[in-house]
């Protein structure tokens, strides 16, 4: 395991990360190794820990910004917008939720998506944003990334959706979430019948509906280091079986040593590497 | 009538008058004049219980949907089915006891049967996880269906699981890439697909079987993203307020027939499908026939874009603003169920 300090990846860590990516200020602690980095390095390799390789989290529009070719990205379904069809009360109403959420994250919900070039190849393109109630999909989510799905069916361009969800299915929106996750999943499979290209890229985190569905259904799967990955999130496996889990599971490297990766990704790699299999497979 | 043993706490009032049906009616043996007050209370006891399975509220609603005297897969596959052949294994990793897959005959059709078993005793339900499959128990039930599909035979799939199970063997495994994957292929394999949720629905692992032509649910069943339970430990931060999370989710036969995720719902005998297997499984096994005899009627590729639609219109939105048409809505759902299929009024 190249996992030397306990826990940068623990759920605790993923649960208090910062949620607007680096932190403000000119200096910062990382929560991989703890040592006090300079803000614009960090920010130079793309909020990457020069020390340890350490990830943060980057929000949907920076890693519009990192991946794709300058001025070329055109966004889709910008307009698509939350609503509350269950009529959802928990301690707080959910529409009142989504209008905090929207105000603290500057979206209008957990996915963009749109076309542009990276490294001068056309490609279609989502993102979630695990800092828009935990990046759990909805029917926005779904619906995007399903009309993302469809376009890149119909213009024969190669797809690649970065994943990040700590929530999976979101709860708010009930059953209509969850069937997002089998409304999705049929979309890439008439764009996989068609002969398209998906490259799947899993960030921290990529948990339950999410991963089980359109995150792990990729030609190809790139995992961004130490991201934790998994089906059930570890506090319900832990209370499920009762003993402590192993070192380093449920992380990229896990998932790569058990076979459901296909590469682990440095994110100041992940361009040429998406460049290099869309070449591969000739799209 | 089932000999129940488990009594749920708002059934307290049918067992009660039942047991003092059943007093009277000895009594009755050597006092005829107490026939005419057998026959009035029976009444009554009809009444009560309509008046009670009526009025349902979404917790007690998974309360008789976890009734352990519930009929489950191997029940149906007595009941409902001619002869049952089963099929073990994944060919990768082994034989998961929550899912069972094999042939099967209904009248003249012959079925591929995939179905998620709890078990009855304790042994029986440790052995099989209590529902929960592992990723070997999706494997396999794909390699079925996969094999359904090559020989021409439609899938019906009984869905009846907590949840997928969550384990460091099921996660080294993969199940999370098991359940994105038979999803995946489910959406376009080619033959008909008539799924039912018969107790619980519980979340992807209830998904992982669940993409079909027609998705129907017994009448007390629950289909949920989450279990009530785990909503509210997250949500309300303490398992507690299950009873307010199943109400928010949404998960009973009535909310989900009206926001279009399920196209048919099955009535359950007066009482829950507990008291009365045999109807029950009379009942499911016309739906069966009935399904059959439309979706086999339709040429593959119509009924893949059907199947493909069906899925593809969930979801509530707004689009600049406004909830564009396509979007499901409470109006527009309620036609779907117990309709005519169009195409079947035209062949
Ligand atoms: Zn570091």
Redesign the interface.
């Known amino acids: 395991m190249t996992h030397n300090l306990p826990d940068a990846n623990s759920w605790k860590n993923v649960m208090n990360r910062p949620k607007r990516g680096v932190p403000e200020g000119l200096w910062m602690r990382c929560p991989g190794c703890e040592a006090t980095i300079f803000r614009k390095e960090a920010e130079k390799r793309l909020g990457v820990c020069p020390e340890c390789d350490y990830h943060w989290y980057v929000s949907a529009r920076k890693r519009i910004q990192q991946l794709f070719d300058e001025g070329t990205f055109e966004e889709w379904?910008a307009?698509?917008?939350?609503?509350d069809?269950?009529e959802?009360?928990?301690?707080a109403p959910y529409s009142q939720k989504l209008k905090d959420e929207q105000k603290r994250t500057g979206l209008k919900d957990a996915a963009l998506s749109g076309t542009g070039m990276i490294r001068a190849r056309r490609v279609a393109f989502s993102v979630t944003d695990s800092a828009f109630i935990m990046g759990s999909m909805?029917?926005?989510v779904?619906?995007k990334l399903?009309r993302c799905i469809e376009r890149a069916t119909q213009q024969h361009l190669p797809l690649i959706i970065v994943s990040g969800s700590g929530g999976?299915?979101?709860?708010h929106?009930?059953?209509?979430?969850?069937?997002?996750?089998?409304?999705v999943?049929?979309?890439?499979?008439?764009f996989?019948?068609a002969g398209g290209l998906f490259i799947s890229v899993l960030t921290n985190p990529t948990m339950?509906?999410v991963?089980?569905?359109?995150?792990?259904?990729g030609d190809v799967i790139f995992a961004e280091p130490k991201a934790l990955?998994?089906?059930?999130?570890p506090r319900?496996?832990k209370a499920?079986?009762r003993i402590e889990?192993?070192k380093g599971?449920?992380t990229s490297e896990?998932l790569l040593e058990?076979?459901?990766v296909d590469r682990i990704v440095h994110r100041c790699d992940l361009q040429s590497e998406i460049a290099c299999t869309i070449d591969y497979c000739g799209k | 009538m089932a000999e129940n043993t488990h009594c749920l706490s708002f059934e307290r009032p049918i067992y009660e008058l039942e047991a003092r049906i059943q007093k009277l009616e000895i009594l009755s043996a050597q006092k005829p004049e107490a026939r005419n007050e057998v026959r009035q209370l029976r009444r009554e006891l009809t009444d009560l219980k309509k008046r009670i399975y009526s009025q349902l509220n979404p917790w007690e609603t998974v309360e008789v949907a976890r009734h352990p005297e519930r009929p489950m897969t191997t029940d149906y596959l007595e009941l409902v089915f001619d002869e049952f052949v089963e099929l073990h294994g994944d060919k990768t990793f082994g034989d998961d006891r929550a899912i069972r897959t094999g042939w099967a005959k209904l009248d003249t059709y012959k079925v591929m049967v995939i179905g998620h078993q709890k078990g009855r005793t304790l042994k029986e339900r440790n052995s099989c996880f209590f529902g929960c499959a592992h990723p070997e128990g999706y494997r396999k039930a794909m390699a079925k269906m996969k094999m359904a599909a090559k020989f021409h035979m439609p899938v019906i799939c009984l869905i009846d699981t907590p949840g997928a199970y969550p384990g460091i063997g099921a996660e080294e495994r993969g199940q999370a890439q098991v359940i994105a994957s038979s999803m995946f292929e489910m959406s376009r394999l080619p033959t008909p697909i008539i799924c039912v949720v018969i107790s619980e629905g519980g979340s992807g692992g209830a998904l992982g079987i669940g993409v079909g032509d027609r998705v129907a649910m017994l009448e007390h069943a629950y289909y949920s993203v989450i279990s009530p339970e785990g909503c509210a430990g997250i949500l309300w931060k303490s398992h507690t307020y299950k009873e307010q999370a199943a109400k928010a989710l949404k998960m009973t036969s009535k909310d989900l027939l009206r926001l279009a995720v399920v196209d048919d719902v099955i009535r359950e005998p007066l009482g829950g499908a507990h008291r009365d297997h045999h109807l029950m499984a009379n009942r499911l096994k016309i739906f069966f026939r009935n399904s059959l005899r439309e979706l086999i009627e339709q040429p593959i590729d119509q009924l893949l874009e059907a199947r493909y639609q069906k899925f593809r219109n969930m979801g509530v939105f707004l689009e600049g603003g406004v909830q564009p048409l396509e979007s499901a809505n409470g109006e527009a759902s309620v036609q779907s169920s117990h309709r005519i299929p169009a195409d079947a009024a035209l062949s």
């Open positions: 379904d307009d698509l917008e939350p609503t069809p269950l959802f009360v928990d301690k909805g029917s926005v779904g619906e399903t999976g299915a979101r709860m929106e009930g059953m209509l979430s969850l069937m997002q996750m089998a409304k999943s049929a979309a890439l499979a008439r996989d019948t339950g509906g991963a089980a569905s359109f995150a792990s259904l990955i998994g089906f059930a999130g319900t496996i499920t079986i889990l192993p599971f449920q896990f058990h076979g459901f």
